[in-house]
């Protein structure tokens, strides 16, 4: 069947898919080109590169001129602009360094927030893509449907390097002037997942080999959410959650918490509670970071849901030893997870102790009782309902499952720690909703740096 006649005005509208493509296309490169002009009169603008003469010259760098720079637009499109340079002024004699490498600096590109050359947009949609995506590769292919055509190499380095430079600030960077304000009900959950961890073996290399090789153990990478609530327990949906997590050791893990909760304003919050499940790991540390935070007033839940799990292991056990028939199984169940609600643990080690006909069975839901609810503290349940205190953990839960588990978990994903820590980072502020605020808060920290002198590690090398 022929087109209408109608499709030879309007060729583009034939193959929609293609045509939206091409016509996009076209603006995009108009686009670069009007930032190309604004871009570069900046630059060139004697106002601006006295600013920066200002600045640098105040930690002992010198301009040297215009240069040509090719930089990246978040079209991917590639342009060449004159730059300021700047270069470390050379020392008086006698004080010269030894193998002394001089490097010339864009202090302006610094300024706007480039990143090796690459435009903050670029970066920041770039970045997105790797960190949601399944994979680098995938990314890639997404992009190119967008007109940014960047192979896999490129795009792995970029996110790296942007994770790089936000994670300078990493405590502070995705934070917002809401968490400093007064009266705050502040929930903070925590809990682990799975992710394999790469290492290279020790020792040589193989015969005929250029690689000594690799373990490919699973870790336990930590994660903590932490939300406000309202009066009534719920959570706060106007409140942007925040989210971060380590695979590195457990102290490294609680300092990066503390980290993030010193930012809040804890000495004038509401309430402040920790929920989590029954990990030792975790209880044994609160006391000593609510120290550290010199907080005395906080509140400490074991998510209500694992209690409960492991309070049915109890009556499995009492089942399994005969000392409760099949047939009131379920009522004595009812009954048991009523002492729970009301943190009547003793009622249920006495109902055990008159219960249990044998001592191995005795003894072995005694213990089950003694080690995972000794804390009667934690599970006050129905106390912490009454104050709308949140007794379930199921934020953190759902955290590790978008965070971790849907792109760092797999049996043939292997993770350099650091890489995976960088993931971990940018996946939670992208999936908390503070991707906005973490790129601002990066760009003040950018021109921070370099009002207060701060010129190491700086990424704009010629």
């Not at 690689?211 to 949906?237: A, S």
């Not at 908390?432 to 370099?450: C, F």
Request: proline share 2%; net charge positive.
């Amino acid at each position: 069947m022929s087109l209408p006649v109608i499709f030879k005005e309007y060729p583009n509208m034939n193959n929609f898919h293609k045509g939206e493509q091409e016509i996009r296309a076209k603006y995009m490169r108009q686009a670069d080109e009007e930032i190309h002009e604004e871009l570069q009169a900046l630059l060139t603008s004697k106002e601006f590169i006295a600013y920066l003469k200002e600045i640098a010259g105040k930690c002992g760098y010198k301009y040297e001129g215009m240069r040509s720079i090719q930089i990246r637009l978040s079209s991917g499109n590639s342009i060449t602009v004159k730059s300021p340079t700047f270069l470390k002024a050379k020392p008086k004699k006698g004080k010269r360094k030894k193998n002394r490498k001089d490097v010339i600096c864009h202090f302006g590109l610094e300024f706007l927030g480039f990143i090796e050359r690459k435009s903050p947009l670029l970066a920041s949609i770039c970045t997105q893509f790797a960190v949601i995506s399944p994979s680098f590769e995938i990314a890639t292919k997404v992009l190119k449907e967008l007109n940014i055509e960047v192979n896999h190499t490129f795009l792995r380095n970029l996110a790296y390097n942007f994770a790089s430079e936000a994670m300078r600030e990493r405590s502070s960077v995705a934070l917002d002037s809401r968490i400093k304000q007064k009266g705050l009900r502040i929930l903070i959950c925590i809990d682990g997942g799975r992710v394999r961890e790469r290492v290279a073996k020790k020792g040589r290399k193989k015969k005929n080999s250029n690689m000594h090789g690799f373990t490919t153990n699973w870790r336990e990478p930590r994660l903590f959410t932490i939300h406000i609530v309202d009066g009534n327990g719920k959570i706060d949906k106007n409140f942007k959650p925040v989210y971060d997590g380590s695979l590195k050791k457990v102290n490294s893990f609680m300092d990066l918490l503390y980290n993030y909760l010193k930012e809040f304003n804890l000495a004038e919050a509401c309430d402040i509670t920790f929920c989590a499940d029954g990990a030792e790991w975790m209880w044994d540390r609160i006391p000593q970071l609510a120290k550290r935070l010199n907080i005395t007033n906080y509140n400490r839940v074991l998510d209500y849901t694992h209690a409960k799990q492991n309070l049915k292991q109890i009556s499995d056990m009492l089942l399994e030893g005969k000392s409760i028939s099949l047939k009131e199984y379920d009522k004595v169940s009812k009954q048991l997870k009523e002492y729970l609600w009301n943190g009547q643990i003793h009622l249920i080690k006495e109902f055990i102790e008159s219960r249990a006909k044998y001592k191995r069975c005795k003894a072995k839901a005694l213990k089950k009782l003694n080690n995972y609810f000794g804390d009667i503290e934690k599970f006050q349940y129905s106390t912490f309902k009454e104050k709308n205190i949140p007794i379930g953990s199921g934020t953190v839960e759902s955290a590790i499952r978008r965070v971790l588990n849907l792109r760092i978990k797999g049996s043939g994903l292997f993770w350099l720690q650091e890489n995976a820590e960088k993931i971990i980072f940018l996946r939670s502020q992208l999936l908390s909703g503070r991707w906005n605020i973490m790129l601002g808060n990066m760009m003040k920290t950018k021109r921070n740096r370099l009002h207060n002198r701060e010129f190491k590690d700086l990424r704009l090398a010629a």
